[in-house]
């Protein structure tokens, strides 16, 4: 048992402080090459070790932290946070800072892409047509 606390997987630990909400996400993300050490992709099974720096993007962030220690499950922000160093720099701040205000809600936004079943039927009636008959 004591060697399998000394080992801790990238992608448990990824997952364990909060910046995936999956285990599977953590480790697509290594696989997609979205995870980095050195400028170099690492693979979801990379053993971590406390001083280890990674640069880390999603869709939605990036970050850049540095291990400062080793979370072996998942735990709640307030202890999450405590277990590595944020050194993403100030022009990825700004880019998350954009991409927040853009949240995506799962609707898209009025009068863009398609009409909605309901903007279609009023659009028919308006021009009087049928949908069957179309």
């Given at each position: 048992m004591g060697t399998e606390k000394e080992k801790l997987r990238l992608d448990k630990y990824l997952w364990a402080i909060r910046l995936f909400k999956t285990r599977?996400?953590?480790t697509a993300a290594c696989d997609e090459g979205k995870v980095?050490?050195?400028?170099n992709t690492v693979k979801p099974a990379r053993?971590?070790?406390?001083?280890d720096r990674y640069d880390i993007r999603t869709p939605d962030r990036k970050w850049t932290i540095e291990v400062t220690g080793l979370l072996y499950?998942?735990?709640?922000?307030?202890?999450?946070i405590q277990n590595?160093?944020?050194l993403t720099s100030e022009e990825d701040k700004q880019y998350n800072k954009?991409?927040?205000?853009?949240?995506f809600t799962g609707k898209r936004l009025s009068k863009t892409g398609r009409p909605?079943?309901?903007e279609r039927r009023d659009l028919s009636d308006f021009m009087g047509t049928d949908e069957e008959e179309i």
């Amino acid at each position: 048992m004591g060697t399998e606390k000394e080992k801790l997987r990238l992608d448990k630990y990824l997952w364990a402080i909060r910046l995936f909400k999956t285990r599977s996400q953590a480790t697509a993300a290594c696989d997609e090459g979205k995870v980095k050490m050195n400028g170099n992709t690492v693979k979801p099974a990379r053993t971590i070790s406390i001083g280890d720096r990674y640069d880390i993007r999603t869709p939605d962030r990036k970050w850049t932290i540095e291990v400062t220690g080793l979370l072996y499950k998942r735990m709640g922000y307030e202890i999450a946070i405590q277990n590595y160093a944020d050194l993403t720099s100030e022009e990825d701040k700004q880019y998350n800072k954009k991409m927040g205000t853009s949240f995506f809600t799962g609707k898209r936004l009025s009068k863009t892409g398609r009409p909605s079943k309901k903007e279609r039927r009023d659009l028919s009636d308006f021009m009087g047509t049928d949908e069957e008959e179309i």
